[in-house]
C-alpha cells in the first residue's frame, strides 16, 4: 500500500470542484492543506481516524472559497503554513521558497509557484529524502494549469508566464511523485473536464497538453485561450482570505421566519433566494425572488450574482437540508443570512406570487431562444438561431435578451435561475425549456448548430 492509500484523505467539494488533503501523520496528529471553512468533512475524516489537526497549510489566498484555517487554528490550536508573501493580518508561519516544516517525521517543503496567484506556493511531502507528493493548490492541475487572469486581465499574461517557469518547475520532480491539486473538474479556476483529480508527475509529463508546449509563448497562448468567465465573488475573497475568515462559534443555523418579518425585510432592502426545485420556483414565488435551485453548484451561483452585503431571506421547500444551504454560503463568504420562509406558508397569508411557464420542446414553435449556458457550451452545440448571453452576464445584459424568450441552459437550473433574473428586470412572457439542447434535439430531428 502507497503513502496516499494508506496516510492521505482527499476531500471532494463537487460544487466549488475543489479538493482539500487530511493527512494522517502517524502519531495522532494531522496535516489538512486548503481547508475549506466548510469543515464537516474534514472533521468527520479526522474523527474516523482518530486524528487531531495539527498543521493548517493553504497554498494561496484562494479565490473560490474562504480558507478554514484559521477555524483549525482556534479548534485545534493548528498551526498555520502559508506564503509570507501573502501578507495574512491572522497568525501563522510564514514561508518562502524552499523553507521546511518538520511534521514529526515527515517534512514539508515550500516551493514557490506563482502564476495562479502571485503568492502561491506547493507543498512537497517528504519521508527523509523521498519525496512522496506535491500539493499543488492552482499551479500543476490534471491535465492543465489554474488560470492567471483573477489579479485582473492586465496582468493575466505576465502570471502565464509565471505559471510557465512554475510548471517546468514542478516537472522535474521524479515521475512517481503524487500530484495533489486542489482544483479540478468543476472548478472556475481550473479549465478541463475529467473524473481524475490528482496525478503524478510522469503522468502530466505524458498527458498534460500545456507541458507538451514546445516554448514559453506557445503555452501562454494555449492557456489564456482556455479562460472563460469566473465567477464575481472570487474578487472579494482573496482579500477576506488574507484577513482572515471570522471564526465561527458553534454550528450555524438558519432562522425560521414568519411572512409578517420577510415582509418587514424586504422593505429593509432584503434579497430573496428561492432555493426550490425548478418545477416549484415555476409554479409560484415571490414577486422579485432569484431562483438559485440548492444542488451541488449552489455557491456558485449565489456568489456569482447576489451581492454579500443586502440581507438573505431563503425560501425553502419542506425536506431541504438548511444546514447545507447555511454552509455553502458561508464557505464563500455570504454572512448575513436573515432566515429561511416556506413557500406554503408565504401562499397561506396571501402573499403576492408570480409564475414562469415551463415548455417542452415540441411546443416551442417559432418562439425566440435565449441560451445561458457558458460560451463554451454554446459554442459547442446550441439550438439555431439561440441567443447567447452566459448567466453570469445575464444581469447587466437583461435589455438585449428578446421579449418571450423560451430560456434555456443544459438541464434547467440556470434556465430558471436566468428567467427569475429577467422577470425582476421587468420581462414577461417568459418560459424555461425542460432540459436542453440534447432534448431539442431530440424531440425536433434536427441538428444543433456549432460555432458563435
Given at each position: ?397 437583461a435589455d438585449e435578451a428578446p421579449a418571450g424568450a423560451v430560456v434555456h441552459c443544459a438541464h434547467g437550473e440556470r434556465a430558471m435561475t436566468a428567467a427569475s433574473l429577467l422577470q425582476r428586470a421587468g420581462h414577461r412572457g417568459l418560459a424555461v425549456l425542460v432540459g436542453g439542447p440534447a432534448n431539442w434535439a431530440e424531440a425536433t430531428g434536427r441538428p444543433l448548430q456549432a460555432g458563435a
Amino acid at each position: 500500500m502507497d503513502f496516499a492509500d494508506d496516510h492521505l484523505t482527499p476531500l471532494v467539494d463537487e460544487g466549488l470542484g475543489n479538493s482539500a488533503y487530511l493527512i494522517d501523520l502517524g502519531d495522532g496528529r494531522a496535516l489538512a492543506v486548503d481547508a475549506s471553512r466548510d469543515l464537516r468533512a474534514l472533521r468527520s475524516a479526522a474523527q474516523r481516524h482518530g486524528l487531531t489537526v495539527a498543521f493548517a497549510a493553504d497554498t494561496h489566498l484562494h479565490a473560490d472559497f474562504l480558507s478554514g484555517a484559521v477555524q483549525l487554528a482556534h479548534d485545534d490550536g493548528a498551526e498555520v503554513l502559508a506564503s509570507a508573501a501573502g501578507h495574512r493580518s491572522f497568525r501563522h508561519r510564514g514561508l518562502g521558497d524552499g523553507d521546511e516544516v518538520d511534521l514529526g517525521g515527515l517534512t514539508l517543503r515550500a516551493l514557490a509557484t506563482p502564476g495562479h496567484t502571485d503568492e502561491h506556493l506547493s507543498f512537497l511531502l517528504l519521508d527523509g529524502a523521498r519525496e512522496l507528493g506535491v500539493f499543488t493548490g492552482g499551479s500543476l492541475i490534471v491535465g492543465s494549469a489554474a488560470r492567471t487572469d483573477l489579479l485582473g486581465a492586465d496582468r493575466a499574461e505576465e502570471l502565464a508566464r509565471a505559471q510557465y517557469r512554475s510548471l517546468r518547475r514542478l516537472a522535474e520532480l521524479p515521475g512517481q511523485v503524487a500530484v495533489w491539486p486542489t482544483h479540478g473538474a468543476g472548478s472556475f479556476c481550473s479549465a478541463p473536464p475529467g473524473a481524475e483529480r490528482t496525478t503524478s508527475i510522469g503522468a502530466e509529463k505524458q498527458a498534460n497538453p500545456l507541458l507538451a508546449a514546445p516554448d514559453e509563448d506557445s503555452f501562454v497562448r494555449q492557456l489564456m485561450g482556455s479562460l472563460g468567465s469566473y465567477p464575481a465573488y472570487f474578487d472579494r475573497l482573496a482579500e477576506a482570505n488574507r484577513r482572515g475568515p471570522a471564526v465561527l462559534g458553534s454550528a450555524p443555523g438558519l432562522t425560521p421566519l414568519t411572512t409578517a418579518e420577510v415582509r418587514r425585510l424586504l422593505g429593509q432592502g432584503a434579497q430573496v433566494v428561492d432555493v426550490r426545485p425548478v418545477a416549484d420556483f415555476a409554479a409560484g414565488h415571490i414577486p422579485g425572488a432569484v431562483s438559485v435551485p440548492l444542488r451541488n453548484q449552489f455557491a456558485t451561483w449565489l456568489g456569482w450574482l447576489l451581492p454579500d452585503d443586502n440581507p438573505l431571506v431563503f425560501v425553502t421547500a419542506p425536506g431541504q437540508d438548511l444546514a447545507e444551504l447555511t454552509w455553502q454560503a458561508l464557505k464563500i463568504g455570504y454572512e448575513r443570512l436573515a432566515g429561511h420562509v416556506p413557500m406554503s406558508a408565504w401562499a397561506a397569508d396571501g402573499g403576492d406570487q408570480e409564475s414562469i411557464e415551463l415548455i417542452t420542446a415540441g411546443r416551442m414553435a417559432d418562439r425566440p431562444v435565449l441560451d445561458v449556458r457558458q460560451r463554451i457550451e454554446h459554442t459547442a452545440g446550441h439550438i439555431p438561431g439561440a441567443i447567447g448571453i452566459e448567466l453570469g452576464e445575464l444581469t447587466a445584459r437583461a435589455d438585449e435578451a428578446p421579449a418571450g424568450a423560451v430560456v434555456h441552459c443544459a438541464h434547467g437550473e440556470r434556465a430558471m435561475t436566468a428567467a427569475s433574473l429577467l422577470q425582476r428586470a421587468g420581462h414577461r412572457g417568459l418560459a424555461v425549456l425542460v432540459g436542453g439542447p440534447a432534448n431539442w434535439a431530440e424531440a425536433t430531428g434536427r441538428p444543433l448548430q456549432a460555432g458563435a
